[in-house]
């Protein structure tokens, strides 16, 4: 009995935090009732969750970090080409969409969360997404002459804005992967 208590505790507290991300992603001031009524459940269900606001923002912020991190980690971006690991990586972050927008559409949000910007003597973190644009450099899929970092930032960049437009109807859901893939391929490989 215990287990499927927690395991409709777990669920809901899941579909709290990603309805709050999206929420939040289009409208940094909603209420709790408004994200409430998103997750399909009642204002208290979320207090019990997240007793204020700023609890749900803190755990929204790291609980969408780390759906972006596994977005990355289940691309297997050691595996394949690093063209395929790309279009993987791709592929995820553009599903986990509504928390890209939300943890990048607003300057503050990840402000306090451990980012390099927080602790300029923190040492540098591997970063599996550099590691994989090097390899392509070294591969001769993408651009040598381009940063990686460059690459990493114009991939962010276009994953974001393939979501926005997704969430502004200008572009179909299902259509947003293609054309970032298309976009950044025609901008970063190597001629």
Known sequence: MTESVTGVRGRTRR??????????????????????????VGRSTVHRYFPERDDLVRAVVEDSLEVVE??????????????EALRRLIAGYV??????????GDPDVLAG????????????????????VTRGQAAGVLDPDVEPVWVQNVL???VYTGVELAEQGVLPRHGVVAHVVRTFENGVLAR
């Open 95 to 104: 599903a986990a969409g509504d928390r890209i927008r939300f943890l990048w």
């Open 15 to 40: 579909a709290i935090l990603a309805a709050a991300a999206a929420v939040l992603a289009r409208d940094r001031a909603a209420t709790v009732a408004d994200i409430a009524r998103a997750a399909d």
């Open 156 to 158: 962010w960049a276009l």
């Open 113 to 132: 969360h451990g980012t390099p910007a927080d602790d300029p003597d923190c040492p540098p973190v591997q970063d599996p997404m550099l590691d994989l």
């Open 70 to 83: 596994r977005a990355g980690a289940d691309a297997r971006l050691d595996q394949g080409t690093p063209l």
